[in-house]
């Protein structure tokens, strides 16, 4: 699903010529291959050359694989400093000028900002894929006040160019941009990165006591305390619940948790952590209920595996979750930072595995009709093809 520009041209627009060039830029190689696959080779089927440019971690083995042209850039994470956001803008500089993409993605707020910069100048239209809209938009601490204003300026700047759209997954996120000041022409709506709806199929209960699961960054914002306490509060109330947790923290996010806390909670009764999982079915095949009680969220990838699973929801009622958390349909919805709440929710699917296997089900059908990969790689395409025909009107009415 993808919200149209008035008088847009929509699937309807021609395919690119061969091996037109489409540049994404994302901060991380993991997070390339983790969320943007789909959109990629989406756009691969429908004739781009796709360049990736990112910080090289450990993923250049599995982008080549695809057949990719990756261009490591120097991005820093987690401080702010001026030197190395110029390295960064003139490594990306570089590569736009090798490159001359007819289209470039940038894929959240880093790089847009970093990458507009970086293109000033240079022919070529762009897609902003404004995502997480984490710490900034969700703390009201002095910094975090300070880094929305900057923000706020700097989308309103850069997205209002011509040749521009914005990309949100869901619609709270459409209306915070137009707040800002973003043109509503400016802005498109892909609900979500997609989930491999084939890879992940309904899995069976398991066996043993009832297992919640998360599966996210180890981060304040993902409402992770907030998980523990409700553990806490279960296992005093003598509900045995066992609690899986899959994800590391990020240092570069303010809101990392320290490795004492995790130390900490390794010794709790009934709490396990996993750190990253490659093979995330697996985690599903061990849980009976999916749970995210995050402060704020685009699209999460977390949830709509779950329910690619056949796992029954429980988080907050919150930009992004409630997008596939729907109430007594898919799951279950509670008030963010209320471990009270989140405790009663779990308890109540806990206590009936006929509710579990009704929500489970539906979120299995909401994630096939909605969120699968095919679905939204076909969604940015359409962006992409739009844009290009847009692009391509305003260079003959500038030559006529």
Known sequence: MVTREPGGDGAGAAVPAAQARLLYIVSEDWYFLSHRLPMARAARAAGYEVHVA??????????????????????????VSLWAAVATI???????????????????????????????GLPGAAVNSVTGLGYAFTSQAPKARLLRR?????????????????????????????????????????????????????????????????????????????????HRLLRERGVAVETLIAGDPDPANPGSISAEEIAAW??????????????IAAVWARAHIAVLPSRREGLPKSLLEAA???????????????????????????QPEDPVALADAVATLVQSAELRARLGAAARRLAVERFSADAIGRATVEVYRRLAVTAGRARVNGSA
């Open 54 to 79: 990112t910080r090289v971690t450990d993923g250049a083995a599995a982008i080549a694989r695809e057949g990719f042209h990756l261009h490591p850039v120097p991005f820093v994470r987690g401080r």
């Open 90 to 120: 003139r490594a990306l500089r570089r590569v736009q000028r090798e490159v001359a993409p007819a289209i470039v993605h940038r894929i959240a707020i880093e790089p847009i900002v970093l990458g507009a910069l970086a293109a000033i």
């Open 150 to 230: 900057l923000i706020g300026a700097a989308l309103r700047l850069f997205l209002n160019r011509a040749g521009s759209i914005a990309i949100v997954q869901n619609p709270d996120d459409r209306a915070l941009l137009a707040a800002l000041g973003v043109r509503g022409d400016r802005i498109a709506l892909v609900p979500g990165s997609g989930v491999d709806v084939e890879a992940l199929q309904p899995l069976p209960e398991p066996t043993g006591p009832p297992t919640i699961a998360f599966v996210g960054r180890l981060i304040a914002d993902k409402g992770i305390r907030t998980l523990v306490a409700a």
């Open 266 to 279: 390794r010794r709790e009764p009934g709490l396990t952590l996993f750190g990253h999982v490659a093979d």
């Open 308 to 334: 690619a699973c056949g796992r029954p929801l429980v988080a907050t009622d919150v930009p992004g979750c409630r997008e596939v958390v729907r109430p007594d349909e898919t799951g279950l919805l509670v």
